[in-house]
């Protein structure tokens, strides 16, 4: 989610400190794009969340605040280490989810 926001602002104003000092909460986007960067963000924290169901709770908590704010590099990297490498996740809800989507 940062990094997309990050990159509306870029484009938008075409320098990366002028737009935040000038408008914080201004993107520049149509608010249905906000809208689904956050359901993205929710989905990919989900997925974080489920997949350290056996770590210590501060790692799981740090790794899913991680995978809410950048959810496109944390989605990148699920998909290769976790479907490309078949390495399974913890958890075993999230990986009948993952494998019944990709053998459709």
Same mark, same amino acid.
């Given at each position: 989610?940062?990094?997309?926001?990050?990159?509306?602002?870029?484009?938008?104003?075409g320098?990366?400190? =002028?737009?935040f000092? @000038? =408008?914080p909460?201004? &993107?520049?986007v $149509?608010?249905?794009?906000?809208?689904?960067?956050?359901?993205?963000? &929710?989905?990919?924290?989900?997925?974080?969340?489920?997949c350290? @169901?056996? =770590?210590? $709770?501060?790692?799981?908590?740090?790794?899913t605040?991680?995978?809410?704010?950048?959810?496109?590099?944390?989605?990148?990297?699920y998909?290769?280490?976790? +479907?490309?490498?078949?390495?399974?996740?913890?958890?075993?809800g999230i990986?009948?989810?993952?494998?019944?989507? +990709?053998?459709?």
């Open positions: 989610m940062l990094e997309l926001f990050t990159a509306f602002n870029i484009i938008g104003s320098n990366l400190n =002028e737009g000092e @000038e =408008e909460y201004k &993107f520049g $149509p608010v249905w794009w906000i809208i689904v960067a956050l359901l993205i963000s &929710f989905g990919t924290a989900y997925i974080a969340y489920e350290n @169901e056996y =770590e210590k $709770p501060a790692t799981r908590a740090l790794s605040i991680i995978a809410f704010f950048f959810s496109g590099f944390y989605l990148i990297y998909f290769i280490v976790h +479907v490309l490498f078949d390495r399974k996740c913890g958890s075993r990986n009948n989810i993952v494998r019944n989507i +990709v053998k459709k």
